[in-house]
């Protein structure tokens, strides 16, 4: 994990979750960098709300996590 891995990865918990194909205006955002929150523009600028998040070992074949790809449409952001 380089420079920055933590002394203990212990301290942490793995999640998966989902990021958009494209945005609200419909363009492509699958080159955009993943980073804090979701999808970044190259100008640091959120271009994609990472959803959907879930715990692995919780897993049970639903969502745990809160929808912000729709609240991100609905609020019109």
Do not use: C, W
């Not at 945005?23 to 271009?47: A, P, Q, V």
């Amino acid at each position: 994990m380089g420079v920055l891995q933590m002394e203990n990865d212990r301290d942490f918990r793995r999640i998966v979750g989902k990021v958009p194909t494209r945005d609200k205006e419909g363009n492509d955002i699958t080159g955009d960098n993943l980073s804090t929150g979701g999808l970044r523009r190259d100008d640091g600028t959120i271009s994609g709300m990472a959803y959907d998040l879930k715990f692995p070992d919780d897993d049970d074949g639903t969502s745990t996590g809160y929808n912000y790809v729709q609240h991100y449409q609905r609020s019109g952001k």
